[in-house]
């Protein structure tokens, strides 16, 4: 087969429009002349890179050869020249399978075709129909395999954004629960300061009733050591008032006994009195009188013991 072909692809344009971002990559520039074929997979001494062929650099590469191939998730840059010496079966830049790279390309491809092909006639011309058959079947197979990788990464995008639009679905509710329950914080965390505030409220209420009790009750205390101090004192008159009233009622007793005695000699005055006839009458006045003393002295006397 003898024919020019480049494929290209823009998958990682693609996912750039959807709003993906890939992260930054090693880079490796090419400002030489290289003659082997070379990928981004294994660029970087076997690790995936970025490729940049600089103005100054470009690929060489011989007949059923691929210059470069992007199969990794990297970019290749051509600024330089990729070109080949037979143009059978060549292919410049090709991008592989389902890698998310990017091709961009200022600089020139040029795969010089070999028209040295069959004569099947014999008239000394080469058979150009057959050259654009296989160009025609070479650029099929290309748009199946460049299409089967298109569906394939839009499939894969398409899952990827229902499974963001389901996760943004739960971010809404999560959220709008989120809301709900800050509202019911906020709502009693206001309560629980009305609370607080009542509560502050009536602790200073009881602390100022616990003031006033505890003055009262030093009062009461107070009063109650005065009340203890007077009736001890109380006590110790009415011990004493004891002592004098027993005092008292041996005087009276006393009294008594001598009123009675005096009574018993008043009586034998007036008994000899009587006997002594005329000359004892004024006698017996004098001891009427005495008798009348005993009996003004027990009523005296009986007054005193009652109180």
Do not use: H, W
């Amino acid at each position: 087969m003898r024919r020019l072909l480049l494929l290209s692809a823009g998958l990682t344009s693609l996912g750039v429009a959807l709003g993906f971002a890939f992260p930054a990559a090693a880079q490796v520039e090419v400002g030489t002349e290289l003659t082997d074929p070379i990928d981004t997979q294994t660029i970087d001494d076997g690790n995936p890179a970025d490729i940049v062929i600089l103005s100054a650099g470009s690929v060489l590469i011989g007949a059923g050869q691929t210059a470069i191939t992007l199969n990794s998730d990297n970019t290749v840059t051509n600024q330089g020249i990729i070109s080949s010496t037979d143009a059978d079966n060549s292919i410049g830049i090709l991008v592989s399978g389902m890698v998310t790279g990017d091709v961009i390309n200022s600089g020139t491809i040029n795969l010089q075709e070999d028209i040295t092909g069959a004569d099947d006639d014999n008239d000394g011309d080469n058979d150009a129909y057959v050259s654009k058959a296989e160009v025609s079947l070479s650029m099929k197979r290309m748009s199946e395999q460049f299409e089967v990788g298109v569906l394939e990464v839009v499939e894969r995008l398409d899952g990827s954004v229902s499974g963001m639009k389901n996760m943004i679905s739960d971010l809404k509710e999560q959220a709008a629960d989120s809301y709900m329950m800050c509202d019911a914080v906020a709502l009693a965390a206001d309560q629980s300061s009305s609370n607080i505030e009542s509560s502050a409220v009536a602790i200073t209420e009881m602390g100022q009733s616990i003031q006033d009790v505890a003055s009262q009750v030093a009062m009461a205390e107070q009063i109650t050591s005065d009340a203890v101090i007077r009736v001890d004192q109380a006590n110790a008159t009415i011990n004493e008032l004891d002592e004098s009233a027993k005092e008292i009622n041996s005087v009276v007793q006393l009294i008594n006994d001598i009123a009675k005695q005096t009574n018993l000699l008043a009586l034998n005055a007036m008994i000899e009195a009587t006997r002594a006839g005329d000359s004892g009458k004024g006698f017996i006045v004098v001891a009427n009188e005495v008798k009348a003393l005993p009996m003004q002295t027990a009523e005296a006397t009986n007054k005193i013991a009652s109180q």
